[in-house]
């Protein structure tokens, strides 16, 4: 098995949405702020090369998108969806799998992309996996989080027929990975933990954005259940220094991944490196 990072680029997110109740002029010292209190953050997805199977976990925000709704979150930086993809030395239809972790935009955009004024998959020869739970929580929104489910991320994706759905209570569908379930960000977010040589990598997802979340109340202020993302971190996050897991961070502008152990103060950063170093 091999692991390629695809850096799809960079946005841009309020401070204060990120960090939830912890002050500016704490947060502020890892993830400076501009004038308008937005910070920077990745979008950083991850390929699983193994045997004949090529499968994407998420896929950034694309560029689909109309100008207006674009410059909101400030898209920045030269790497791209289909660059990364080249760059690992494959093509968008060597892809067999897409993973969404869940349907938000940043998370699922590029999965579907504009061809002559329609949309049609990017991955066309590729099975996109999602959960029944999600997709109904995603196609039946609420309040809250209907302005991260964008119809045309998702609707295109079960019209193709190419979409399939994972059960909570049954076995992954895949040998490199298994599954953790949360909800505390949005209704059964699907986290990775991959089988990696002597490692387990956990894809993250919003369950820890950056290592800058470790901290039990750092929760963002998107999460629609952020008491219940408290407890999914602490039970995560205990596992995750017990059996010394590699977290794999989606959302941090710098890091790739880090690990975390236990304190006195409880779970806290241990150190940050790139896959590369494994």
């Known amino acids: ?7 799809t680029g ?16 704490i947060w502020q010292k890892t993830n400076p702020a501009d004038t308008n ?13 193994d045997g004949n199977r090529l499968i994407l976990i998420d896929n950034g925000i694309g560029n689909k998108q109309d100008e207006k709704f674009l410059s909101h979150y400030y898209l920045h930086g030269e790497d791209s969806l289909a660059n990364s993809i080249h760059l690992a030395g494959f093509n968008e239809s060597d892809v067999t799998d897409i993973f969404m972790t869940h349907l938000h935009f940043d998370h699922c955009g590029g999965g579907v992309e504009r061809k002559s004024d329609k949309l049609a998959l990017t991955f066309p020869n590729a099975t996109y996996w999602g959960n029944e739970n999600h997709w109904q929580w995603a196609t039946i929104p609420n309040a809250r989080e209907k302005a991260s489910f964008l119809k045309e991320n998702i609707l295109p994706i079960q019209e193709s027929g190419q ?15 298994d599954i953790f379930y949360a909800s505390g960000h949005t209704d059964k977010m699907m986290v990775p933990k991959i089988k990696y040589k002597d490692k387990v990598i956990c ?3 919003d369950l820890l954005p950056s290592s800058s979340h470790v901290p039990l109340p750092y929760v963002m202020g998107y999460d629609t259940r952020p008491l219940l993302t408290m407890q999914e971190k602490e039970i995560f996050l205990n596992e995750a220094a017990e059996n010394n897991y590699v977290l794999f961070l989606e959302h941090d502008p710098l890091h790739e991944c880090c690990t975390v152990k236990k304190t006195e103060k ?10 590369k170093d494994l």
């Open 1 to 7: 098995m091999t692991l390629h990072v695809i850096n």
């Open 10 to 25: 960079f946005f841009k997110l309020d401070g204060g949405a990120m960090f939830g109740v912890v002050p500016k002029s």
């Open 37 to 49: 209190n937005m910070c920077t953050w990745a979008m950083r997805c991850l390929l699983i090369e």
């Open 163 to 177: 979409l399939k759905f994972i059960s909570e209570d049954q076995k992954s569908p895949f040998n490199q990975f």
């Open 203 to 205: 894809f993250m997802a």
């Open 266 to 275: 409880g779970i806290r950063l241990d150190r940050v490196f790139s896959l």
